[in-house]
């Protein structure tokens, strides 16, 4: 079993800082990629960035410049430091990964809860 645990959401003015974590833990061989969506009352779930186990970097464009997203490999954690909250950066945030549970399988991807970041103007 494979079960990633996101902390870190809540109720922030425009302008302010909100640091998002999530941690992998259960059967893991090894994570790929790992990323951050989010999904936002009557809209579709989008990709705000991802890193790759090697540390390169990919963001929405709506978010570059803003937000910046980490890892710590021997933790299988990522981060995600959100500064210069705006209103429409409310939404559900998801964590997700792509993990290998052993050396014969292949990458399958998992979500978190999700944890609610509320930006208030």
């Known amino acids: 079993q494979v079960q990633l645990v996101e902390s870190g959401g809540g109720l922030v003015q425009a302008g302010g800082s909100l640091r998002l974590s999530c941690e992998a833990s259960g059967t893991i061989f090894s994570i790929d990629t790992m990323a951050w969506y989010r999904q936002a009352p009557g809209k579709q779930r989008e990709l705000v960035a991802a890193?790759?186990?090697?540390?390169?970097?990919n963001y929405g464009d709506s978010v570059k410049g803003r937000f910046t997203i980490s890892r710590d490999n021997a933790k299988n954690a990522v981060f995600l430091q959100m500064n210069s909250l705006k209103p429409e950066d409310t939404a559900v945030y998801y964590c997700n990964a792509g993990i290998e549970i052993s050396y014969y399988s292949s990458a399958r991807g998992y979500w978190g809860q999700g944890t609610q970041v509320t930006v208030s103007s």
């Open positions: 890193i790759t186990s090697g540390g390169r970097t």
